[in-house]
Nanobody
C-alpha cells in the first residue's frame, strides 16, 4: 500500500528558501514517478515538478524552473523539493504524488497521472 507524507512547509519571507520532503512507503519506490503539485486558495492544483524513478529525468513547470529543484533518494524512499527565491505567489499547499507505474513524459505533469497523494504541507511566503 502506498503512503506519502510531506514535511518541511512553513512561513518564510520573500526571497527565502524552504526544502520540502516527501516520505514514501510501499514496494518498488525506485520505479515510481514522483511529483509535486501545489494549490493556492481558490485556485486549481498546479504542477510544480516531477522526477522519474531513477532520478535521471526531471520536469518542471516553466514558472518554477531555475528556482525549484526536485531530487530523490531511493535508498531512503524520499523525494525532496528545494525552493529558492520564494515569492508571495508561491504561497500554497504543496502536495507530493506518486505513480507506481512510472508514468510518462506527459503524465508526470498531470494531476490525473498520479493515483496516490499525500495530505499536503502549507508554504506561506510573506511580503
Amino acid at each position: 500500500q502506498v503512503q506519502l507524507g510531506e514535511s518541511g512547509g512553513g512561513l518564510v519571507q520573500t526571497g527565502g528558501s524552504l526544502t520540502l520532503s516527501c516520505a514514501a512507503s510501499g514496494h518498488g519506490f525506485h520505479n515510481w514517478a514522483m511529483g509535486w503539485f501545489r494549490q493556492a486558495p481558490g485556485k486549481d492544483r498546479d504542477f510544480v515538478a516531477a522526477i522519474s524513478g531513477s532520478g535521471r529525468n526531471t520536469y518542471y513547470s516553466d514558472s518554477m524552473e531555475g528556482r525549484f529543484t526536485i531530487s530523490r533518494d531511493n535508498a531512503k524512499n524520499t523525494v525532496t523539493l528545494k525552493m529558492n527565491n520564494l515569492q508571495p505567489e508561491d504561497t500554497a499547499v504543496y502536495y507530493c504524488a506518486a505513480d507506481p507505474t512510472g508514468g510518462s513524459t506527459v503524465s508526470v505533469r498531470l494531476e490525473q497521472g498520479y493515483p496516490h497523494w499525500g495530505h499536503g504541507t502549507q508554504v506561506t511566503v510573506s511580503s
